[in-house]
């Protein structure tokens, strides 16, 4: 698919595939438009909007699941109780690093499951996608200008 063609909608759909599980980046659409001249603080609002809810999508659906079931698979219940614990007080801070390439999307996923606090979970998921999008756009806009 030619996310450029249905233009800033084609952004924003490229960014939520890539907060997904899915393997995509958006990093190439974004700096399609970029180049196009499309106003770059536009083109960040749209491509972290995506990003966060695709993100956001896989927090929820990691919500869904239910550490109990790592039993069935060989986790002892205490090793799941200290990971549960563990989330509950410092794991939000790991959706931080939700932008990073091959590990972020899972990351969010497991916090959701191991049932991190959602707010926590998505201020730092925010802030960390945010980061990388701000540094592609300013990277862009210095290379360019």
Known sequence: ????????????????????????????????FLSKGIDPWLCFTIALSGNFLGGSTN???????????????GVSEQTILNRQHWVAKRGAFIAFFSWLPIIGDPLIVALGFFKSSPVKTHIWMFFGKAMRYLIIVLGFLNWFA
């Open 1 to 32: 698919m030619d996310f450029t063609t249905l233009g800033l909608f084609g952004l924003f759909l490229a960014s939520f595939l890539a907060a997904t599980i899915l393997p995509f980046s958006s990093e190439l659409i974004l700096a399609f």
């Open 59 to 73: 927090f929820w659906i990691g919500k869904l699941g239910n550490p109990i079931w790592l039993k069935r698979v």
